[in-house]
């Protein structure tokens, strides 16, 4: 039989339409978030318990510390997710200069823990202004790359005053001597500034620099510091299992020992003391440990989703700030996810980053809800997705108001 003309096009998969739906990405972006921030308390419950108990507490002390401080970011989320995208452009200029100061006051009146000057205090609270310099960098850079993106492909405004800015928050960052977060911010700038379409030439350039200036200034020149022994006992021959290498071969152990299916929840031998930071650095090789190879793919599946939905906003909204701000975002949280279990796994040196969401810490989770938040603001303004919300919120209302009418008929 002759074809016409006009050719017959195949029929659309369900699930292919469903996934091409207008609000997959705010669905997967609020699924993700929730599924990671419930396996992180579960988890902090679980690899704390032994030590918290050890050092005369209650066996719920740190899971009840890191339940306060979820309970804090989510409504912190509700209102990031809802804070319509204008204001996040008013708020940019001002955030960063927030973050400026609060990362200076760190220089001078911040208290040292683990080695590194990164904590401020005021009374009751304690927190990491470097965590809120992440948000604020993010917001600022796709603030300041999404109004010049006509011209960046200029190196004078390429640079100007995008790089200068990002240079000062992570040259105070190394001030108080956090490599690991320095290079996380590292790689959220990279992050805004490719998507903003910077030239890859002075991309590699910076990076380069960075490269030299920080390698040799912060870890050949380190004064009474071990990150240069720390990447020797990573990449060499030769390990010393009672140094530098104890806690890697420690989250090697727990991982091992994990097998298929784990030892069960709470079954971990390595939280018995012998995993320094297991509850939060390490907390990986525990997932590995008591969940085997299922929970931690898990996790790392639950993080590809997570920047898979985040890419899905960038490609989709046509706002230049909300790509470029998106953008640092994802390169911050899954970036940081990818690095902190390298460093479990051995295949990058410690470093000392946390895995965002699961890990205990109070600013790190706050921060990283509200930069999440964020993202599903911006989800909930890609084109039809604010019509279909809405449109599915009326068809709840409608079902609500009818079981309601027939439950007063009966």
Known sequence: MATTGTSRSAPERSWL????????????????????????????????????????????????????????????????????????KRLALPGLAAAVVLLVAVIFMGEITNGQQNWLSFGPVRFQPSELAKLALAIWLGTVLGRKQPLLGRWSHAIMPAAPGAVVVIGLVLGGGDLGTALVIGLLVAG??????????????????????????FIVQQDGGDRLQRIIATYGAECDAASECYQSLHGLFGLGTGGLFGVGLGGSRE???????????????????????????????????????????????????????????????????FVNIGVVIGVLPVIGVPL??????????????????MVISFARTEPGAAKALAARGSVVRKSLAVLGGAVRRR
């Open 271 to 337: 939280k018995w003391s012998y995993l320094p930071e297991a509850h939060n650095d390490f907390i990986f090789a525990v997932i590995g440990e008591e969940l085997g190879l299922f929970g931690t793919v898990l996790v790392l599946t639950l993080f590809a989703v997570l920047g898979l939905a985040m890419s899905r906003v960038i490609q989709r909204h046509t706002d230049p700030f909300v790509k470029v701000a998106t953008a640092a975002v994802a390169c911050w949280i899954v970036g940081q996810a």
């Open 192 to 217: 805004a500034f490719f998507v903003a379409g910077v030239p890859l030439s002075l991309l590699g350039l910076g990076t380069t620099i960075a490269a030299v200036v920080i390698g040799y200034v």
């Open 356 to 373: 965002p969401l699961v890990s205990a810490g109070g600013s790190a989770l706050i921060t990283t809800m509200a930069a999440l938040g």
């Open 17 to 88: 339409g469903q996934w091409n739906s207008n609000v997959s990405s705010y669905y997967l972006l609020v699924g993700t978030t929730g599924l990671l921030t419930v396996i992180g308390l579960i988890m902090v419950l679980s690899s704390s318990t032994v030590t918290s108990i050890a050092d005369g507490g209650s066996p719920y002390t740190a899971f009840l510390v890191q339940a306060q401080y979820a309970l804090i970011g989510l409504p912190v989320l509700l209102v990031a997710a809802h804070l319509p995208v204008r204001w996040y």
